[in-house]
């Protein structure tokens, strides 16, 4: 299926909005893939791409998905068709790429999986910021026992999330919006990733603070691992308090920012008309558009907030250049180069998947389980009590 | 009993270490109190206090307890004295303000109060830091219904809490050792005083990361309250990462410090002999000791380490010198003035208590509560599960 004589994967982009804009350029430079062509809805964003390059447009999934010179792809759409994008895909005999959350339904996950194995494809579940180098390069000492076992995780992040402009859909809860399914799949992977250990339980708080944008927008998560550690998460996209100040003013993408506090919330009060907010959505995030996460080169790591992980032997914490290590005998930087980043670590995981064989550690079973985890979270705070995994 | 004719309280402090060694000026400066005497068994102590002042030594806590001169006592004995000393204290018809934790049972909590209650005295618990005036500006405005109701209040600290020079019952947590009855309870009253509702329920993890010092150093803590608050503390003593560098290198008496990793865990591994741990916990952190808590003015204001609170309008986070809210208009800074402390405004407790009949914050009931709400951390880390409280 890959293109073996030249042994670099032809992966097509379905979804020309935030996640997919981000993957464009990460396709173009990576030694084992190639940009093999586009869908998007989008007459905008379909023409802004052709306008930077040769290569295959679709207004159709569906036509991307059935071209023979794609091998995998890359799935990017709307939360509502991951499922049926994924679907497509496998029947088509292509790997995939489905983006974070996985799926809104473990059944749907299921369903997901069950047809990737079907079909002998690889799915690959990303990118969440578990795939940022920082954490890979966490999750390797501590798993190489450098500072002994993981006692406790803090995970805080503090973001203008809910005041990016949205399509209605991305507001509702039940069709996958707020934090909850979009941005605490980020927390639960990276905790996952730490603590190598199954999640036992969680017990959550949530809320919706502001009645205009009415899905949570913050949580307070408490998670235990059945080895013993344990993970506190905690989010708010309330557009006050911005978590960057903690991190050198170091956005999420690695890319230096001003600070701006209050921002979003302004800009988005300024919008008139009905479907002014998922205009801007589109073209201001979307492909080419002008927003910061894909402005200039990132200088910086990766993340997603402040985190600091205690180990029996040292505590450490993601800095905007690598990882700082705070031990017996005092503290030390690893840093890490800002070439690489967490999108180029998925295609590397699907690369690795389809090229060499290498079974992907964001497989569709680790997605389930943080579908599940973020699941338990929503079910805790509703009811207020911990909520045991099965 | 006070001296009402000059309207200011005679306040005796039993116990000269750490906490009484800083209530010593902070009783000298206090407009409406004056420092009557002290007392200790540590005749260095004694010596060091008789150098500096021509008040009363006194090497017994009964002794100071019964002087006709002392209207109330400051007990900052060892918690394994802190009901009898109390006790005698309401026996002697002396005011009370009784260091935290409270006691380490209910049962004790319980009979302070009634002894209390029996003599008519003034029982005021603390200091602890939500006495800190950034705390009581958060609680006053959210009062008021400045910023809406609260979600949630994140709270960090990583101190070097387990490698200060201890005696051994300090290492012991059936005798009141470690963080749960020394550093939460600090994270439990903020959370409580900024909530304003009863503690519901706890989820929470503990460990004991190093086996020389063995109680337990570090609490992740979820709690939540009545009225759908919810707080996260997470808390390491173990002189790892120095939550302090997050909080412009100032300490929690709001002293500027040098950032130094790990300092007092070699200094205390260059230590020889049975007690020379015990005598410089006396000798360095006790009265007139050099330890940094007590070295020069405090500049900024005290603090626990990171402390964010979201409320439905503004995230408001306690500073070096006051209190940040972020707000839908930006951020502005309520500064405050350097000048009161947590500990003057225990002192300011007491003497609205007894010389204006105004009841304390801090009061028995309260501090019941939080020794109530410490026991079912321990108690959910053990169990693993969430605990209920009555």
Redesign the interface.
């Known amino acids: 299926m890959a293109d073996r004589t030249e042994h670099r994967l032809r992966v097509g982009v379905v979804g020309l909005g935030i996640a997919g804009g981000l993957m464009v350029p990460c396709l173009l430079r990576h030694p084992r893939a190639t940009l093999a062509g586009v869908a998007d809805r989008d007459a905008e964003l379909r023409a802004r791409f052709a306008r930077d390059y040769a290569l295959p447009v679709e207004d159709e999934a569906e036509a991307l998905i059935a071209r023979a010179d794609v091998d995998a792809v890359y799935i990017a759409t709307p939360h509502q068709f991951h499922r049926s994008h994924t679907l497509l895909a496998a029947e088509h005999g292509k790997h995939v790429v489905v983006e974070k959350p996985m799926a809104l339904t473990l059944a749907d996950c299921d369903a997901m999986t069950e047809a990737a194995a079907r079909a002998e494809v690889a799915l690959v579940v990303g990118h969440t910021h578990s795939f940022d180098p920082a954490i890979a390069e966490i999750a390797r000492r501590s798993e190489a026992g450098e500072w002994?076992s993981l006692?406790?995780l803090?995970l805080?992040n503090?973001t203008d999330f809910l005041y990016r402009p949205r399509r209605p859909e991305e507001l509702d809860t039940a069709q996958g919006g707020g934090i909850l399914f979009n941005q605490l799949p980020h927390h639960v992977d990276i905790a996952r990733l730490l603590a190598r250990s199954p999640v036992?339980?969680v017990?959550?708080?949530t809320?919706v603070?502001d009645p205009t944008r009415p899905t949570e927008g913050?949580c307070?998560?408490?998670i235990?691992f059945v080895n013993?550690a344990?993970?506190?998460a905690?989010y708010?996209g309330?557009d006050?308090?911005?978590s960057d100040e903690?991190h050198g003013w170091v956005s999420s993408t690695g890319r230096r920012k001003t600070p701006r506090?209050?921002e979003s919330?302004?800009a988005l009060s300024s919008l008139t008309g009905g479907d002014a907010e998922a205009r801007l959505r589109a073209t201001h995030y979307g492909y080419g558009g002008g927003s910061n996460q894909q402005r200039g080169v990132a200088q910086h790591q990766p993340h997603f907030g402040?985190l600091?992980a205690?180990f029996?032997?040292?505590?450490v914490?993601t800095t905007p250049d690598g990882v700082?290590v705070?031990?017996?005998?005092?503290?030390h930087e690893i840093s890490l180069p800002s070439s690489s980043d967490g999108r180029t670590r998925v295609v590397d995981e699907l690369c690795a998947a389809v090229l060499d064989g290498t079974p992907p550690s964001h497989d569709g079973a680790f997605a389930r389980t943080t579908v599940e985890t973020c699941l338990a979270i929503q079910e805790s705070a509703r009811l207020?009590?911990?909520v045991v995994l099965h």
């Open positions: 002994g006692a406790m803090a805080w503090y036992r339980s017990r959550a708080s809320a603070l913050c307070m998560a408490f235990d013993g344990a993970a506190s905690v708010s309330y006050h308090f911005d903690l506090h209050g919330r302004r402040t600091i205690t029996e032997r040292a505590d914490r700082a705070y031990d017996d005998d005092g503290v207020r009590r911990e």
